[in-house]
């Protein structure tokens, strides 16, 4: 039961176990004793009876008792009496030879039950399928791979191969006839269906019954499962499962639909009725129902929300309050206002108050009620280089260009030459000052792109002839002699995939291929940490708006969040079931969003490090992300050429923007959020008119309530202009603090 | 099991495993065999399948080598090494045994240490700003979605075209503008390929977008595009397969645009003339003429040749180093024109020796009849043609009445007349050319005998004005005869024209029964690509070979090509590449 979850769902399948015991009765109990039986022996009776008492949660008791009997097993025995102490367990309910004649008597009893209520020959089967699994998974679970035995191993009962085609075809049928409005919830049931029924055909080495499966039935999944169907159609033996990420994948989380309450219940009555129960198994066990009250979403609708690998995000899932606002900018002391002025011309004083109050007026004055508190997660102090460099910023701001539909930016390209297919990460400074690339041949690479060359610090004994105190000291310590435009940065050894500089521009993070991210001063132009964590490639690093705080995320599915002073993470956010392709951070610094190759995205918490947001709807692995300015929406962008616009603060999907034919490797709002400029693969910059995007928005409450989404189709309205380059693929976009757009790219000829 | 079904994907057999087994000298039973074989197909495809994920994150389309070794490399296993240039490795089979493999071929380390033309390295990678848009409404226009020209296509039409740009372009869309592509030869030539499959569709109307294609086409042939500019790049392939084009599209379409024959002649003449232009764009203007039969060259080229040759004869003497690359242009155009008077002088005597048996009685022959000799004079009475040779009447008739401002008066020349000129530029190396067919062997009196010392200066009877021959043989470089083969039309040699008498002299020049014999197209040069040997596979095995069967004087001289072939030694996978492509574009029209 632990599978149906929703409302008051609990009571009702109660009562529908009443109404008929035979068959639902049966095929829980069975459900329930197989997965238990074979993870831990023990846990199978109180769970039986938990259930009928429904005292404890189920669910709960359960992995406790699986936890507790890992331990026990792996002799840490204090840990044991300490878990047991704090659960508040009695001692016996890890006595392995009581629960495992609790375990046998349950199953005695079950099967009793089911034999009055007829169906002899399947019972049987059943019966024996459970006891050998139960009998082999002591000796399963020895060996090296625990967990992988486990997931596979709820597999094992059987069922008559030959049937499968037979059940999967008449639920087809039921739900082709079905009623229109209930077809396109049901039809969500087929993809999750048909690979398990798969992967169970081919776990129990029915090979030929598996293929001719697939061949059957493969045509009917939606088109956007194609990538997930070849990986499928390729894996026909049992030894080949074992490794296979995208089927554990499967098979650690549970496929989550989401299904009106009438709808469900027409398909579990039909279930019921056809006695088809290796496919009411298969629901019970790994899928997640999130059953709502009210009207059957449309097709239109639940396309918009699916593809990801494991369904759509439960709703509640995206309950949880996010601090979506903007922190209040620090106030720019008076003394740092006069030596500015000094420093730029005399008469300036009453002249520069003014637009800095306007400017900071409208953000700092009134507390945003969004907005997380000032101390929610420990800042760096401002340095006076970083308030010169606000003031900069506020200045530059001043000159700012309003962008809009009737004005839209104009695009600085900048392009890598004789880069040789090899570059894979472009960044810019926020100030638009220096650009840096990363590069297949393990280099990383930074330009200025002003006439200010880039200069290294003097080395120590130099550095120790210098007047301290000397008003210039600052220029002093540079060297001139190593003036150049360009330095070139050794030290990773594999590709660089992510690179991203700090706000003060003194550092520069770059992540690659060979596990680790690397920290590089850009006054020494030399690598000054390597942060290892990630045993595998790290697809993408970013530091965070205020710095200090960089995130990082790549294959082996974790990000990681880090303190440039911390040579272990200080987070770890774990919950993707596949690659995190990309990572950003929100402009408040409390937030991080990371992208991945199962499709979907999340919003992580810095400060609890839970997931608080999951976005599915992209049909293919995300490649970029942008919060936009304000900190309200979110951007991303797929391989599915595809950006789709959330909504952080009710968790919803708000727009979709098409129109890029290939993947879409950059995206960046413009510095008032007017305008969202994508790059693509497909040597194209399009520009989309973000701010008509989000006033035509009404989330009512009924929208955010049940999640369910009306997207009108107005990607050609918002398409403001499309800039097309020469033979190359846009890999970076960036806004300058007046709103030019530069973007980058290699040309690949 | 497996054979019921139709296979989703690539499949390693359990043959090639057993043998593999055999290499490591296990023996291995057939079920081994074929287990293995399914899994190793399992890891092949997983190992594929991450390895895209380093191709996503390089932001590439092209998987490559590296890719898939660090999706070895991150599963465990070793390794493959050995493949990764970045030119296409040629897979070679052998026969007996069946096996495939990928050539290797040794690389002299020796020399490569020693060679003198260390490669200078490739250039710095660099940052260039180089576009800047300020327009407001982004560039649509000048580069983006379609041009002018696709605008006001139907719908249809409009989806057709997306279509195709999309295969043949993959994302750039830049149909009607070639130029926009100069630099890439390979683009160049699938535009080419799409064009001619424009052509031959037969569900397609082009009406006056025959125009801009043979425009396009045109640029091809005539222009010096960015790519001739380093001497790897084999763009006469390109040029000659856009002539090729050219005579397609005008034989076939010739009758949708009025005139269109007498632009293109004009224009292929402008270019001639012009000696500014550089060589390689005079080669496509004769090939160009030469495709588009030997009536034009006739026109054309052999007045102009006087005048052409003192400036090729200045390139060819010209032996100082700088001067390589210009003088192996030269040699392509000289073998070029070579081929073109060849075809002239052969379907000219064609012509009128069956214009004489036709007419054997009307006129006894005269020089002045031969004189009055004239293509399709549209005054006289229709000759009894097909259909669409009529499109060259008409086109022949306009440029000659309407638009024939421009029209260099052009009296024909008689055949022996123009044989002893052409001669006394050619020298015997024309005269070679003739004598490879099988009666040639008597030859006439003013051919010289001396055939097999090629390189001494020939005895010609006319006065070689100022030019003395110290050419080698080198003939035909690149040399596809398009009449030929190209288009059906040639094949019915031009028709009797009408009251040509003929004239005593030109058979006294060439003895009648030659050209009676039905095999006028001569089997030398057809197949023979800058000293190349088409005919068998020697691509990559053995590239220096030039012996050659049917033409032995020919094959005797060290083909130009490879003047500059040389110096790349070092990079193994280039020539190969290059190889395949003159290969390719030779099989065309054979």
């Given at each position: 039961?632990a599978a149906?979850?929703?409302?008051m769902s609990d009571?009702?399948?109660e009562?529908d176990i009443k109404t008929?015991?035979?068959?639902d009765?049966?095929?829980?109990?069975n459900?329930?004793?197989?997965r238990v039986?074979?993870?831990?022996?023990?846990?199978?009776s109180?769970?039986?009876?938990?259930?009928q008492t429904?005292?404890?949660?189920p669910?709960?008791?359960?992995?406790?008792?699986?936890?507790?009997?890992?331990?026990?097993?792996n002799?840490?025995?204090?840990?044991?009496?300490?878990?047991r102490?704090?659960?508040?367990?009695?001692e016996?309910?890890?006595d392995p030879?009581?629960t495992?004649s609790?375990?046998a008597?349950?199953?005695?009893?079950a099967?009793?039950?089911?034999?009055?209520g007829?169906d002899v020959s399947?019972?049987?089967?059943?019966?024996t399928?459970?006891s050998?699994?139960?009998?082999?998974?002591p000796?399963?679970?020895?060996?090296?791979?625990?967990?992988v035995?486990v997931?596979?191993?709820?597999?094992?009962?059987?069922g008559d191969?030959t049937?499968?085609?037979?059940y999967?075809?008449?639920l087809?049928?039921f739900?082709?006839?079905?009623?229109d409005?209930h077809?396109a919830?049901?039809?969500q049931v087929f993809?999750?269906?048909?690979?398990h029924?798969?992967?169970?055909?081919v776990?129990n080495?029915?090979?030929?019954?598996?293929k001719?499966?697939?061949?059957?039935?493969s045509?009917?999944?939606e088109?956007?499962?194609?990538e997930d169907?070849?990986v499928l159609?390729?894996?026909?033996?049992?030894e080949?499962?074992?490794?296979?990420?995208?089927l554990?994948?499967?098979?650690?989380?549970?496929f989550?639909?989401?299904?009106s309450?009438?709808?469900?219940?027409?398909?579990?009555?039909?279930?019921q009725?056809?006695?088809?129960n290796?496919?009411w198994?298969i629901?019970?066990?790994?899928?997640?129902?999130?059953?709502?009250?009210g009207?059957p979403r449309?097709?239109?609708?639940?396309?918009?929300?699916?593809g990801?690998?494991?369904?759509e995000?439960?709703r509640e899932?995206?309950k949880?309050?996010?601090y979506?606002?903007?922190?209040?900018?620090p106030e720019?002391?008076?003394?740092?206002?006069?030596?500015?002025?000094?420093?730029e011309?005399?008469?300036?004083k009453?002249?520069?108050k003014?637009?800095?109050?306007?400017s900071?007026g409208?953000?700092s004055?009134?507390?945003?009620?969004?907005?997380?508190?000032?101390?929610?997660?420990p800042?760096?102090e401002?340095?006076?280089s970083?308030?010169?460099?606000k003031?900069?910023?506020?200045?530059?701001?001043t000159?700012?260009?309003?962008?809009?539909?009737d004005?839209?930016?104009?695009?600085c390209f900048?392009t890598?030459?004789?880069?040789?297919q090899?570059?894979t990460?472009?960044?810019?400074?926020?100030?638009?000052?220096?650009?840096?690339g990363?590069?297949?041949?393990?280099?990383v690479?930074?330009?200025?792109?002003?006439?200010?060359?880039?200069?290294?610090v003097?080395?120590?004994?130099?550095?120790?002839?210098?007047?301290?105190?000397?008003?210039?000291?600052l220029?002093?310590i540079?060297?001139?002699k190593t003036?150049s435009?360009?330095?070139?940065?050794?030290?990773?050894?594999?590709?660089?995939?992510?690179?991203?500089?700090?706000?003060?521009?003194n550092?520069l993070?770059?992540?690659s291929e060979?596990?680790?991210?690397r920290?590089w001063?850009?006054?020494?132009?030399t690598?000054?940490?390597?942060?290892?964590?990630?045993?595998y490639p790290?697809?993408d690093?970013?530091?965070?708006?205020y710095?200090?705080?960089?995130?990082?995320?790549?294959?082996?599915?974790v990000?990681?969040?880090?303190?440039?002073?911390?040579?272990?993470?200080?987070?770890i956010?774990?919950g993707?079931?596949?690659?995190?392709?990309?990572t950003?951070?929100?402009?408040?610094?409390?937030?991080?969003?990371t992208?991945?190759?199962d499709?979907?995205?999340?919003v992580w918490?810095v400060?609890?490090g839970?997931?608080?947001?999951?976005?599915t709807?992209?049909?293919?692995?995300?490649?970029?992300?942008?919060?936009s300015p304000n900190?309200k929406?979110?951007a991303?962008g797929?391989?599915?050429?595809r950006v789709l616009?959330?909504?952080i603060?009710?968790?919803?999907?708000?727009?979709?923007l098409?129109?890029?034919t290939d993947?879409?490797y950059?995206l960046r709002?413009s510095r008032?959020?007017?305008?969202?400029?994508?790059g693509?693969?497909?040597?194209?910059?399009?520009?989309?008119?973000?701010m008509k995007a989000?006033?035509?928005?009404?989330?009512d409450?009924?929208t955010?309530?049940?999640g369910?989404i009306?997207?009108?189709?107005?990607s050609?309205?918002?398409?403001?202009?499309?800039?097309?380059?020469?033979s190359t693929p846009?890999i970076h976009?960036?806004f300058?603090?007046?709103?030019?757009?530069?973007?980058a790219g290699a040309?690949?000829p | 099991?497996?054979d019921?079904?139709?296979?989703?994907?690539a499949?390693?057999s359990?043959?090639?495993v057993r043998?593999?087994?055999?290499g490591?000298g296990?023996?291995?039973?057939?079920?081994v065999?074929a287990?293995?074989a399914?899994d190793v197909?399992?890891?092949?495809?997983?190992?594929?399948?991450?390895?895209?994920?380093f191709?996503r994150?390089?932001?590439?389309?092209?998987?490559?080598?590296?890719?898939?070794?660090r999706?070895?490399?991150?599963s465990n296993?070793?390794?493959?090494c050995g493949?990764g240039?970045?030119?296409?490795?040629?897979?070679?089979?052998v026969?007996?045994?069946?096996?495939?493999f990928?050539e290797?071929?040794?690389?002299?380390?020796?020399?490569l240490?020693?060679?003198?033309?260390?490669?200078?390295?490739?250039?710095e990678?660099?940052?260039r700003v180089?576009?800047?848009?300020?327009?407001g409404?982004?560039n649509?226009?000048?580069?983006?979605?379609?041009p002018?020209?696709?605008?006001?296509?139907?719908?249809d039409?409009l989806?057709?075209y997306?279509q195709?740009?999309r295969?043949?372009?993959?994302?750039?869309?830049?149909?009607?503008?070639?130029?926009s592509v100069?630099?890439d030869?390979?683009?160049?030539?699938?535009?080419?390929?799409?064009?001619k499959?424009?052509?031959?569709?037969?569900y397609?109307?082009?009406g006056?977008y025959?125009?801009?294609?043979?425009?396009?086409?045109?640029y091809?042939?005539?222009?010096?595009?960015?790519?001739?500019?380093?001497?790897l790049?084999?763009?006469?392939?390109?040029r000659d397969y856009?002539?090729l084009l050219?005579?397609?599209?005008?034989?076939?379409?010739?009758?949708l645009?009025?005139?269109?024959?007498?632009q293109?002649?004009?224009?292929?003449q402008?270019?001639?003339?012009?000696?500014?232009r550089?060589?390689?764009?005079?080669?496509?203007?004769v090939?160009?003429?030469?495709?588009l039969?030997?009536?034009?060259?006739?026109r054309?080229l052999?007045?102009?040749?006087p005048?052409?040759w003192?400036n090729?004869q200045?390139v060819?003497?010209?032996?100082s180093v700088?001067?390589?690359?210009?003088?192996?242009?030269?040699?392509?155009v000289?073998?070029?024109i070579l081929?073109?008077?060849?075809?002239l002088?052969?379907?000219?005597a064609?012509?009128?020796?069956?214009s004489a048996?036709?007419h054997?009685?009307?006129h006894?022959g005269?020089?002045?009849?031969a004189?009055?000799?004239?293509?399709?004079?549209?005054?006289?009475?229709?000759?009894?043609?097909?259909?669409?040779?009529?499109?060259?009447?008409?086109?022949?008739?306009?440029?000659?009445g309407g638009?024939?401002?421009?029209w260099?008066e052009?009296t024909?020349v008689?055949?022996p007349?123009?044989?002893?000129e052409?001669y006394?530029?050619?020298?015997?190396s024309l005269?070679?050319?003739?004598?490879t067919?099988?009666?040639?062997?008597?030859h006439?009196?003013?051919?010289?005998?001396?055939?097999?010392?090629s390189?001494?200066e020939p005895?010609?009877?006319?006065?070689?004005?100022?030019?003395?021959?110290?050419?080698?043989?080198?003939t035909?470089?690149?040399?596809?005869?398009?009449?030929?083969?190209?288009?059906?039309r040639t094949?019915p040699p031009?028709?009797?024209?009408?009251?040509?008498?003929i004239?005593?002299?030109?058979?006294?020049?060439?003895?009648?029964?030659?050209?009676t014999?039905?095999?006028?197209?001569p089997?030398?040069?057809s197949f023979l690509?800058?000293g190349r040997?088409?005919?068998?596979r020697?691509?990559?095995?053995?590239?220096f070979?030039t012996?050659f069967?049917t033409?032995?004087p020919?094959?005797?001289?060290?083909?130009?090509?490879?003047a500059?072939?040389l110096?790349?030694?070092?990079?193994?996978?280039?020539?190969?590449?290059?190889w395949?492509?003159?290969h390719?574009?030779?099989?065309?029209?054979?």
């Amino acid at each position: 039961m632990a599978a149906v979850q929703g409302g008051m769902s609990d009571a009702d399948i109660e009562t529908d176990i009443k109404t008929e015991p035979s068959t639902d009765g049966f095929g829980n109990n069975n459900a329930n004793d197989g997965r238990v039986l074979s993870a831990s022996p023990g846990s199978g009776s109180s769970t039986g009876s938990n259930k009928q008492t429904a005292a404890v949660t189920p669910e709960d008791q359960q992995t406790l008792l699986a936890v507790l009997q890992f331990l026990k097993k792996n002799k840490l025995i204090e840990s044991v009496e300490i878990l047991r102490r704090e659960a508040g367990l009695p001692e016996n309910s890890l006595d392995p030879k009581a629960t495992e004649s609790a375990g046998a008597g349950s199953g005695g009893a079950a099967g009793i039950v089911d034999l009055e209520g007829g169906d002899v020959s399947s019972l049987l089967s059943r019966v024996t399928g459970s006891s050998s699994a139960g009998a082999q998974a002591p000796t399963k679970v020895a060996e090296d791979q625990p967990d992988v035995r486990v997931v596979l191993s709820a597999y094992s009962q059987q069922g008559d191969p030959t049937l499968y085609e037979v059940y999967y075809s008449d639920l087809k049928k039921f739900i082709e006839t079905v009623l229109d409005c209930h077809r396109a919830e049901l039809s969500q049931v087929f993809y999750p269906l048909f690979v398990h029924m798969y992967l169970e055909l081919v776990y129990n080495n029915h090979e030929s019954e598996a293929k001719a499966f697939f061949e059957k039935f493969s045509g009917d999944q939606e088109c956007y499962y194609e990538e997930d169907l070849r990986v499928l159609s390729g894996l026909t033996k049992k030894e080949h499962m074992r490794g296979n990420e995208t089927l554990l994948d499967f098979r650690t989380s549970k496929f989550v639909l989401r299904i009106s309450r009438d709808s469900y219940q027409l398909l579990k009555r039909h279930l019921q009725e056809r006695q088809n129960n290796q496919i009411w198994n298969i629901i019970q066990e790994h899928l997640y129902i999130d059953i709502f009250d009210g009207m059957p979403r449309s097709k239109s609708q639940i396309d918009a929300m699916s593809g990801s690998l494991a369904g759509e995000a439960k709703r509640e899932a995206n309950k949880t309050k996010v601090y979506y606002g903007l922190l209040k900018e620090p106030e720019i002391e008076l003394p740092l206002d006069d030596e500015d002025e000094e420093a730029e011309n005399e008469e300036g004083k009453p002249k520069k108050k003014k637009p800095k109050k306007d400017s900071m007026g409208s953000k700092s004055k009134k507390q945003d009620p969004n907005a997380p508190s000032q101390n929610r997660i420990p800042l760096p102090e401002l340095k006076d280089s970083d308030k010169l460099d606000k003031i900069m910023y506020m200045k530059e701001a001043t000159k700012r260009i309003r962008l809009g539909s009737d004005n839209l930016p104009s695009v600085c390209f900048y392009t890598f030459l004789n880069a040789y297919q090899g570059l894979t990460a472009v960044d810019f400074t926020d100030d638009s000052s220096l650009i840096a690339g990363g590069f297949a041949d393990s280099t990383v690479r930074v330009w200025s792109v002003t006439p200010k060359k880039l200069r290294k610090v003097k080395s120590a004994a130099d550095l120790n002839l210098i007047d301290k105190e000397s008003d210039d000291v600052l220029e002093r310590i540079m060297d001139e002699k190593t003036a150049s435009e360009l330095k070139i940065m050794y030290g990773h050894s594999g590709p660089v995939y992510g690179i991203s500089f700090s706000p003060d521009r003194n550092y520069l993070l770059s992540s690659s291929e060979d596990g680790t991210v690397r920290l590089w001063s850009l006054l020494t132009f030399t690598c000054l940490v390597a942060y290892k964590g990630h045993n595998y490639p790290v697809w993408d690093t970013q530091f965070s708006p205020y710095g200090y705080y960089f995130v990082s995320g790549g294959h082996d599915r974790v990000a990681r969040l880090w303190a440039t002073d911390h040579y272990q993470p200080l987070r770890i956010f774990s919950g993707h079931l596949a690659d995190i392709t990309c990572t950003r951070f929100h402009p408040n610094s409390n937030y991080v969003a990371t992208g991945s190759s199962d499709r979907t995205i999340r919003v992580w918490d810095v400060l609890s490090g839970n997931c608080v947001r999951i976005f599915t709807g992209h049909k293919g692995p995300i490649h970029s992300l942008a919060f936009s300015p304000n900190g309200k929406f979110l951007a991303s962008g797929a391989t599915d050429g595809r950006v789709l616009l959330w909504d952080i603060g009710h968790g919803l999907m708000v727009g979709e923007l098409k129109g890029h034919t290939d993947t879409i490797y950059s995206l960046r709002f413009s510095r008032d959020g007017e305008i969202l400029a994508s790059g693509s693969m497909d040597n194209t910059v399009r520009l989309w008119d973000a701010m008509k995007a989000f006033d035509d928005l009404e989330t009512d409450d009924f929208t955010a309530a049940t999640g369910h989404i009306h997207l009108q189709d107005n990607s050609q309205e918002l398409l403001l202009g499309t800039y097309t380059t020469k033979s190359t693929p846009v890999i970076h976009l960036h806004f300058t603090r007046r709103n030019l757009l530069l973007a980058a790219g290699a040309f690949n000829p | 099991m497996a054979d019921r079904e139709e296979r989703r994907f690539a499949e390693v057999s359990r043959e090639s495993v057993r043998l593999m087994a055999e290499g490591a000298g296990v023996e291995l039973g057939d079920d081994v065999a074929a287990l293995l074989a399914e899994d190793v197909c399992y890891r092949l495809r997983e190992a594929t399948q991450s390895s895209s994920q380093f191709m996503r994150h390089a932001k590439r389309r092209k998987l490559t080598v590296e890719d898939f070794n660090r999706a070895l490399r991150w599963s465990n296993v070793e390794a493959i090494c050995g493949y990764g240039a970045q030119d296409a490795l040629p897979f070679r089979s052998v026969k007996e045994g069946e096996l495939f493999f990928v050539e290797d071929r040794d690389v002299n380390l020796v020399e490569l240490a020693l060679a003198t033309n260390i490669p200078k390295g490739c250039a710095e990678t660099m940052v260039r700003v180089n576009v800047s848009y300020l327009d407001g409404k982004g560039n649509l226009e000048p580069q983006g979605t379609v041009p002018t020209a696709v605008q006001s296509l139907s719908d249809d039409l409009l989806k057709y075209y997306q279509q195709i740009t999309r295969a043949i372009l993959g994302e750039d869309p830049h149909l009607m503008k070639v130029k926009s592509v100069s630099h890439d030869l390979e683009q160049l030539n699938r535009l080419m390929h799409m064009v001619k499959s424009l052509v031959q569709n037969p569900y397609l109307y082009l009406g006056s977008y025959v125009r801009s294609l043979v425009s396009s086409v045109m640029y091809c042939i005539l222009e010096p595009l960015a790519a001739s500019i380093n001497p790897l790049n084999d763009h006469w392939t390109l040029r000659d397969y856009a002539a090729l084009l050219l005579s397609h599209i005008f034989w076939t379409h010739g009758d949708l645009v009025s005139g269109l024959y007498h632009q293109i002649v004009l224009s292929l003449q402008k270019v001639l003339s012009d000696p500014v232009r550089p060589l390689c764009s005079h080669y496509g203007a004769v090939v160009g003429l030469h495709a588009l039969g030997w009536k034009a060259v006739e026109r054309v080229l052999f007045p102009h040749l006087p005048a052409y040759w003192a400036n090729l004869q200045a390139v060819l003497d010209d032996y100082s180093v700088s001067n390589a690359q210009v003088k192996a242009d030269g040699h392509k155009v000289y073998g070029a024109i070579l081929v073109a008077v060849e075809r002239l002088l052969k379907m000219k005597a064609l012509s009128l020796s069956q214009s004489a048996e036709g007419h054997s009685g009307a006129h006894p022959g005269s020089v002045v009849g031969a004189a009055s000799y004239r293509v399709n004079s549209p005054g006289l009475s229709p000759p009894p043609e097909p259909l669409s040779e009529a499109a060259l009447g008409i086109a022949s008739h306009l440029q000659v009445g309407g638009a024939g401002c421009h029209w260099e008066e052009w009296t024909p020349v008689p055949l022996p007349a123009m044989y002893c000129e052409l001669y006394s530029f050619f020298g015997d190396s024309l005269a070679v050319r003739f004598s490879t067919g099988p009666g040639f062997g008597t030859h006439s009196p003013c051919a010289p005998s001396q055939l097999s010392d090629s390189r001494k200066e020939p005895p010609g009877p006319a006065s070689n004005l100022d030019t003395t021959r110290k050419m080698p043989q080198l003939t035909a470089n690149l040399n596809i005869s398009p009449r030929q083969d190209g288009s059906p039309r040639t094949d019915p040699p031009p028709p009797t024209t009408r009251g040509a008498p003929i004239s005593g002299l030109s058979r006294e020049v060439f003895p009648k029964a030659r050209f009676t014999s039905p095999q006028t197209t001569p089997p030398a040069f057809s197949f023979l690509i800058g000293g190349r040997q088409m005919g068998q596979r020697c691509q990559g095995r053995r590239p220096f070979q030039t012996m050659f069967a049917t033409t032995p004087p020919v094959s005797a001289v060290p083909p130009r090509t490879y003047a500059h072939k040389l110096p790349v030694i070092g990079r193994v996978g280039k020539p190969v590449r290059r190889w395949t492509c003159s290969h390719y574009s030779l099989h065309l029209p054979l």
